[in-house]
């Protein structure tokens, strides 16, 4: 049996021991009950972001985006249907910059869109511009090799 995974839940915080070998498994929160993954992008906030990118074992991949920025909504598609595939080797969220500026000043976001991966809340890769679904995947790949 493996080491249990820290997990936060997208839809309270609270924080699930889930066994490594049974992530894939569609767990389910201890406390509200609603699936840990569904394929989606979390919605990050200033209430939620620590919970989700930073207390969690698996890597967060976050996409700093804004609704007036035509890349971003080009980039978004491919950002979801990424979700779908990836989860729940990492958890993919998305922030709106407009939405919340002291988060996007936090990070020191100066192009959108632009993803950052951490792991323990800790920035480990960045790349800015929209990616086609293929140089996504890399990007994801070389971020988890050095992280």
Avoid: Y
């Avoid at 919970?51 to 991949?61: E, F, K, Q, S």
């Avoid at 990424?82 to 192009?111: C, G, H, M, V, Y």
């Amino acid at each position: 049996m493996s080491t249990p995974l820290n997990i936060p839940c997208p839809h309270c915080g609270a924080l699930n021991r889930v066994p490594a070998e049974r992530v894939g498994e569609q767990p389910s929160c201890g406390r509200c009950k609603q699936v840990l993954f569904d394929g989606h992008p979390v919605e990050l906030t200033a209430a939620n972001f620590e919970t989700i990118a930073g207390r969690g074992d698996l890597p967060v991949l976050v996409d700093f985006w804004a609704p007036w920025c035509g890349p971003c909504v080009g980039f978004a598609p491919v950002f979801v249907q990424a979700a779908s595939k990836l989860e729940p080797r990492l958890r993919l969220a998305k922030l709106d910059t407009e939405a919340q500026p002291q988060l996007a000043q936090r990070f020191n976001i100066r192009s959108i869109p632009t993803l950052i991966m951490f792991r323990h809340g800790r920035e480990i890769a960045r790349q800015s511009g929209a990616l086609n679904a293929a140089q996504l995947q890399q990007f994801v790949d070389g971020a988890l090799a050095q992280g």
